[in-house]
C-alpha cells in the first residue's frame, strides 16, 4: 500500500508564498504520475500540476507562471511551490500519485489565503 504524506499549508496574505512537500512511501521513480490537486469549499476538484515520470510537467492555466512542481530525487520528495498567492488559490491541496492505474491521495492541506 502506497502512502502520501503531505506537509506545509497555511494561511498566509494574498501575493505571499508558501511550499508544500509530499513524502510518498515508495520511490518516486515508480510512480507513471504524480502530481497536485485542490478542491475548494463548494467546487470540484481540480488539477494543478502533474509531472510523468519522464515527460513535461502540466499545470492549470490558473497558476501557470505562478506555481512550481518540483521532485527531489535524491530526498524522495515532491514540492509545490506556490508565490503570488491569490484569495482564489485558497483550498485544500492534495497530493497525487499514479502507479500501475491505481491512484493514491495524501491526507490533504489546508491553504488559505486572506488579509
Known amino acids: 500500500q502506497v502512502q502520501l504524506v503531505q506537509s506545509g499549508g497555511g494561511l498566509v496574505q494574498p501575493g505571499e508564498s508558501l511550499r508544500l512537500s509530499c513524502a510518498p512511501s515508495?520511490?518516486?521513480?515508480?510512480?507513471?504520475?504524480m502530481g497536485w490537486y485542490r478542491q475548494a469549499p463548494g467546487k470540484q476538484r481540480e488539477m494543478v500540476a502533474l509531472a510523468k515520470r519522464y515527460g513535461s510537467r502540466s499545470y492549470a492555466d490558473s497558476v501557470k507562471g505562478r506555481f512550481t512542481l518540483s521532485k527531489d530525487n535524491v530526498n524522495n520528495m515532491m514540492y509545490l511551490e506556490m508565490n503570488s498567492l491569490k484569495f482564489e488559490d485558497t483550498a485544500v491541496y492534495l497530493c497525487?500519485?499514479?502507479?500501475?492505474?491505481?491512484?493514491?491521495w495524501g491526507q490533504g492541506t489546508q491553504v488559505t489565503v486572506s488579509s
Open positions: 497525487y500519485a499514479e502507479l500501475s492505474q491505481t491512484e493514491y
Open positions: 515508495r520511490s518516486i521513480f515508480g510512480f507513471e504520475t
